[in-house]
């Protein structure tokens, strides 16, 4: 089964308010995902991370790889009405495999 | 390009129906992958194919079958519908095993 816990399951916040969200494993991943989902559509990769520690900045979004290389974190700076959706971590495995984990419902009220 | 699509987006049958659904990639992708999203739930694997003629399941492979008809193109299989397949089914390709790219998804109820 999923071995990925993340949290809050959802979040309802003000248009200009900063949002933060994490991810943590019960295994040591090599490598830390995240994806946003738009409401009807499949999941966009949004910032790829690779190495323990290491800290990636896309536009507004920040996220980090844990340095026990189990957990990640990813920041939304000046939230607008756009990042409405669900945010997903991800673990790549072996064979391209991903790993999904529950995923963070981001509501921003205008 | 139109990237990754899936045919049909929406679809109802009832149990013990079968049906397969469509992808198509227009990236010259390798590999190529079938998941299902449930409520509350990330995606889920099940089954993928690293290159053109391979295929190999993922964490929820019963029930299905997959084809690769061509480096394009990617079947999935429900031979005998139960409603515990209802679910959303995304496709995704990717050159090598980095980004994938998701197609929009189709929506299987079963009855």
């Known amino acids: 089964g999923q071995q990925l816990n993340q949290s809050p399951q959802s979040m309802f916040i003000q248009e200009g308010e900063d949002v933060s969200m994490n991810c943590t494993s019960s295994?040591?991943?090599?490598?830390w995902l995240w994806y946003k989902q738009d409401p009807g559509e499949g999941p966009v990769l949004l910032i790829a991370?690779?190495?323990?520690?290491e800290l990636t900045s896309n536009g507004r979004l920040t996220a980090q790889f844990g340095i026990t290389r189990k957990d990640s974190f990813l920041n939304i700076s000046a939230s607008i009405p756009s990042d409405v959706g669900i945010y997903f971590c991800?673990?790549?495995?072996?064979?391209?495999?991903?790993?999904f984990g529950q995923g963070t419902e981001l509501s921003v009220k205008p | 390009n139109a990237g990754v699509t899936q045919t049909p987006k929406f679809q109802v049958l009832k149990t013990g129906q079968s049906m397969t659904l469509q992808c198509a990639q227009d990236?010259?992708?390798?590999?190529m992958y079938w998941y299902r999203q449930d409520p509350g739930m990330g995606l889920r694997l099940i089954y993928y194919?690293?290159?053109?003629?391979?295929?190999d399941k993922g964490e929820v492979p019963n029930g299905y079958n997959v084809s690769r008809l061509n480096k394009r193109e990617f079947s999935l299989r429900l031979e005998s519908a139960a409603p515990s397949q209802t679910s959303v089914y995304f496709c995704?390709?990717?050159?090598?095993?980095?980004?994938?790219?998701f197609g929009p998804g189709t929506r299987l109820t079963v009855l």
């Open positions: 995704a390709s990717s050159e090598g095993f980095q980004k994938q790219f």
């Open positions: 991370l690779y190495k323990a520690g």
């Open positions: 990236m010259n992708h390798n590999s």
């Open positions: 194919s690293a290159s053109e003629g391979t295929t």
């Open positions: 991800a673990e790549l495995r072996g064979g391209g495999k991903l790993i």
């Open positions: 295994s040591i991943f090599n490598t």
